[in-house]
Nanobody, 119 residues
Framework: QVQLVESGGGLVQPGRSLRLSCAVSGISVGVNSMDWYRQAPGNQRELVAAITSGGSANYADSVKGRFTISRDNVKNTVNLELDSLKPEDTAVYYC?????????????WGQGTQVTVSS
């Protein structure tokens, strides 16, 4: 079974940093593409960062230059470093991956971790 568990969220002041971690079991972060999404109250869930099995990273324009996605193949974790945080970054952050078996697509989500940026 695939399990994704996020951690590292919390309450921080604007301009500070957080490091989120996604502990993964059942799949290898070195083989699968991994994503981070976020969802604020009343908003749609949005993709903020993704990393492919080849190591290529992509970011939403709103976080580019401030967030960094990475993976640790030994620990089998996917991390998201959030720097220069803004109040608009406040959201629940979710780790996500997917796979296709035959004609079926499976999506896997973590439970989410709350990030609150406020003075």
């Amino acid at each position: 079974q695939v399990q994704l568990v996020e951690s590292g969220g919390g309450l921080v002041q604007p301009g500070r940093s957080l490091r989120l971690s996604c502990a993964v079991s059942g799949i290898s972060v070195g083989v699968n593409s991994m994503d981070w999404y976020r969802q604020a109250p009343g908003n749609q869930r949005e993709l903020v960062a993704a990393i492919t099995s080849g190591g290529s990273a992509n970011y939403a324009d709103s976080v580019k230059g401030r967030f960094t996605i990475s993976r640790d193949n030994v620990k089998n974790t996917v991390n998201l470093e959030l720097d220069s945080l803004k109040p608009e970054d406040t959201a629940v952050y979710y780790c996500h991956t997917w796979q296709v078996t035959g004609l079926r697509r499976y999506d896997y989500w973590g439970q989410g971790t709350q990030v609150t940026v406020s003075s």
